[in-house]
């Protein structure tokens, strides 16, 4: 019902129709989509963040390293499988671990994250650092492309979402070259209730909306069980999206661009840059407050929210913000910046240039009357 909003709501006839095709073999559609072989031991769970738990649970390493500006959920589920979590920068212009850094470290374990899509190369991390065991994060990065390869193929373990990037309640994948010990999964049907109500579109919005209207968009501290595997209507939606998710990535770029258009020479906006050698899936589109305005990020989005805008600032808890990691402040810096600055945007296949356009106008307004 709502028109700018980073959550994408399932129409009631799509889960119909996907319910209908009775496709859900999540790993076969990955083979014939993106090419990744179909001899990974593939395992699914209601949430990313309990397959990176019990992946973690199962490796051997005491230390893992992530990129200092991430979702917190990552870090989360590596502390509650008992490992010790060190942090390394990133790169401003890709918001990805910055790649240089590495050179000399000896590292046996790290998780490298596709952020918003943007593709991080994995093969170039390998020949720095031959012997480590990679966790390539594909949550936001189906169908983001190194060359004329899709990502997703280069990790030891390999993770995908189910609803970040096609409209669906919850769900993710978790791809691995050796077996994983798991406890006895079952079935997630009291779990998906919630985002049922949150995600299926229909007039109930209303009330919601008016709820998420007066909140920040911050996510509930999250807890972590591994014992269930995504539901089949997650899997049955995802069959579905991806399908049209492949048919939509052209019209994506052009999104991005439009939002690059409107915001060129903003006094205090700086977009992502687009590269035509990016090839990114465009998850959501970043944008950094300048540095003299950030006080107000929080303002801003919430202003806008109170509008019906549902924007977000990301990751305002990434784990360089959080008092355990406070000791990687110093040099995690662009990371630290990032976590203060960056608000993602919506991009949907069904926004116009208008919309975008409207609403940089709308955001820039809203700026001025904090300043
Ligand atoms: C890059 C990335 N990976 C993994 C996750 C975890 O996914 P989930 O929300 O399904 O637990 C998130 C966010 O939540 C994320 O942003």
Redesign the pocket.
Known sequence: MNSFDLIEKISFIDLIKSLLRKESNVAALLNSHLGISNTWHAYT????????YALFKNLPYKIIHFPAY??P??TG?ARAANKQVVLIDVDPATYNLDISLLAGKKIECMVA???FGNPVDIKKIRKMLPNTYIVE?C??ALFSKIGDEYVGSQGDAV?F????QTANF???LLLTKTSLKLPKQEITIPGIWPDVLLKLDGWHHVLIDKIRQQQPGK?PV?TYDDRYYAHPWTLSLFTFGVTQLDQQMQKRQQIASWYCEALEHNPYFVPQQVVPSMQSSWYQFPVTVKPLYKKHRHKLVLSLRRQALFIASM?EDAPIIETDYKQWQPSCPRALELAQTVITLPVQAQMNKDAVKKFVTNMTKTMEEFI
């Open positions: 769970f209601d949430w990313g963040r309990n397959a990176l991430t979702c959920v990552l589920a994250v596709h952020t994060d949550a936001h993770l979402s189910f609803y970040k919850n769900g993710g996510m999250p990751w």
